[in-house]
């Protein structure tokens, strides 16, 4: 058996990732070597490794837990959905090509054999691999090409451990049923529980776990609580990470008396590194909303266009619903719009696809017209850590595209903005992260502010980005430390036998 743990999940979002993300860390601190693993993800969040791999975002950060360095055999399988039928495969962190959704029977046996093979390469140099899984173990429909969920603990000897969100309820039908579905070779890997997301009194669960025990035959091994304000790079671009839970309630995003910075950002379908905007969000009087809505873009003091894995559709998906036209009037009006990659593409005069890269076929649009650029889709895809400077302030951040910008010779004014340009009101780079490094963050939102003609300041005594992830990732370790059956966990990952 190898020294390790899969952490399954009874429905996607259960806290697989974060839950993960907290063994690392608690392993860590006992001096414990210790590697992150999910052998394919499906996201739109990634992230680019230091040897210029790509890989999801959420190992990415449960690498940073570890305290080691990530690298492509952390989640050697990333899909990238481009449409609801058809994904772009990342294997081993470089480009490998397309999958549609007839192609998954034929396809996957490559990808499964490169994940069993970059499962046991980390094995062979870390003292314990903690796998995440994918959705559920119980999609059994999905079971004969699996190799990230019941197909992996099978394949390399995996115990496998169950998490369930409590806060969405029948987490203990949920879990009774998650193995009552699964075939006896793949229960015999089922060796407990773990319940997430609790509030209230623990005594009034306890029957219902001792009932889920007597039934399972497998022990409850602790309740995590609801953590409030912990929320970690996620795989699920669309959810724009656990803080807009709170920030996406119906709101019109004016600031509040004038000292409030309220930040706008456009909820595309396909949305991709939406984890941009998470260190906007962290940042003390800056209040960010996700949103589909023309009347909260109009009013926000800051829209932001994310980046987007579709961003000819998402474009056509924003004049489908008068988007384009409030963020044209805004700037019109002086106000400020920021765009990210693909956001960044889609404020160009032009945005021309010859290769058909993002679609089947050749095409070129118009662009909102907002910056002097046009863009051309590469084959290529381009990856890299850029490093650089705004202000005097040292900026890192990472890139991950194919549409390459290009000044246009029209004689708009317009200044360098990282690896972008700002015309006026208009700001836009290809560089994700950037936002990450406070100094950066807090001096473009203070000029931000100042042509929103909002008196937001930034609070130089606030905590740091990377020192708030740190943070957060202690706290999921003190959390699993104080209330889940450690002794139990150290056999099962096979370093107390």
Same mark, same amino acid.
């Given at each position: ?15 697989? *990732? ?8 608690? &392993? ?11 052998? !394919? ?41 481009? %449409?609801?039928?058809? #994904? ?21 046996? +490559? ?12 094995? *062979? ?8 899984? $994918? ?8 079971? /004969? ?6 197909? &992996? ?8 451990? @169950? ?20 075939? =006896? ?27 889920? /025990? ?26 724009? %990470? ?6 996406? =309630? ?6 509040? @008396? ?13 949305? #991709? ?16 909303? +996700? ?18 894995? =579709?961003?000819? %559709? ?22 400020? +719009? ?11 005069? *032009? ?33 890299? !850590? ?7 302030? #040292? ?47 807090? $001096? ?26 740190? $943070? ?26």
């Amino acid at each position: 058996m190898a020294k390790g743990l899969l952490v399954a999940g009874t429905t996607s979002d259960a806290g697989k *990732s974060l839950v993960t993300a907290g063994l690392c860390r608690w &392993l860590a601190r006992q001096g414990v070597s210790v590697a992150p693993f999910k052998a !394919q993800n499906m996201s739109n969040n990634s992230m680019v490794c230091a040897d210029g791999s790509e890989i999801g975002r959420a190992q990415w950060v449960q690498a940073v837990a570890c305290g080691v360095v990530p690298e492509a055999a952390m989640n050697p399988v990333l899909l990238k959905p481009g %449409s609801d039928l058809r #994904s772009h495969v990342v294997l081993m962190g470089r480009p490998w090509g397309k999958l549609e959704a007839g192609e998954w029977a034929t396809g996957r046996k +490559v990808l499964a054999q490169t994940a069993f093979e970059a499962f046991h390469d980390l094995s *062979s140099r870390f003292d314990v691999v903690i796998a995440e899984g $994918a959705g559920s173990p119980a999609e059994i429909n999905l079971r /004969e090409g699996d190799f990230v969920n019941m197909g &992996l603990a099978r394949a390399v000897d995996l115990p496998v451990v @169950v998490v369930g969100d409590i806060d969405r309820g029948g987490v203990l039908a949920a879990m009774y049923g998650t193995l009552a579905l699964l075939d =006896a070779g793949d229960q015999a890997h089922i060796r407990g529980w773990i319940i997430n997301k609790f509030r209230g009194d623990l005594s009034l669960l306890e029957p219902g776990l001792r009932m889920l /025990e007597e039934r399972t035959s497998r022990p409850v091994l602790g309740t995590l609580p609801f953590l409030y304000d912990v929320w970690l790079d996620g795989e699920d671009a669309l959810a724009i %990470s656990g803080w807009s839970g709170g920030s996406s =309630a119906a709101s019109t995003a004016v600031s509040v @008396v004038g000292t409030t910075l309220s930040v706008a950002v456009v909820r595309f379908p396909r949305v #991709s590194n939406a984890t941009d905007v998470d260190a906007l969000a962290a940042e003390p009087g800056v209040d960010v909303r +996700v949103t589909a809505d023309p009347d909260v873009v109009a009013r926000a003091d800051l829209v932001v266009l994310p980046g987007s894995r =579709a961003t000819l %559709s998402d474009l056509a998906w924003m004049r489908s619903r008068g988007l384009d036209e409030a963020v044209l009037l805004r700037v019109a009006a002086g106000r400020p +719009v920021l765009g990210i990659c693909g956001g960044y593409q889609m404020l160009a005069d *032009s945005i021309e696809d010859p290769e058909g890269v993002e679609h089947r076929s050749a095409q070129t649009v118009a662009g909102l017209g907002l910056l002097p650029i046009r863009v051309r889709f590469d084959v290529d895809k381009h990856l890299g !850590q850029p490093v650089g400077q705004w202000r005097g302030n #040292s900026v890192t951040a990472y890139a991950i595209h194919h549409g390459v910008a290009s000044r246009t010779p029209d004689g708009v004014e317009a200044v360098p903005f990282l690896d972008g340009w700002q015309s006026g009101p208009v700001w836009g780079t290809t560089w994700h992260g950037a936002f990450e490094n406070d100094g950066f963050r807090r $001096a473009f939102l203070t000029e931000v502010a100042s042509q929103a003609g909002v008196r937001w300041r930034a609070d130089p005594s606030a905590p740091g980005f990377a020192s708030r992830r740190e $943070a957060m990732l202690d706290r999921l370790a003190d959390a699993i430390d104080e209330h889940l059956d450690t002794a139990a966990l150290r056999r099962l990952v096979g370093i107390d036998v």
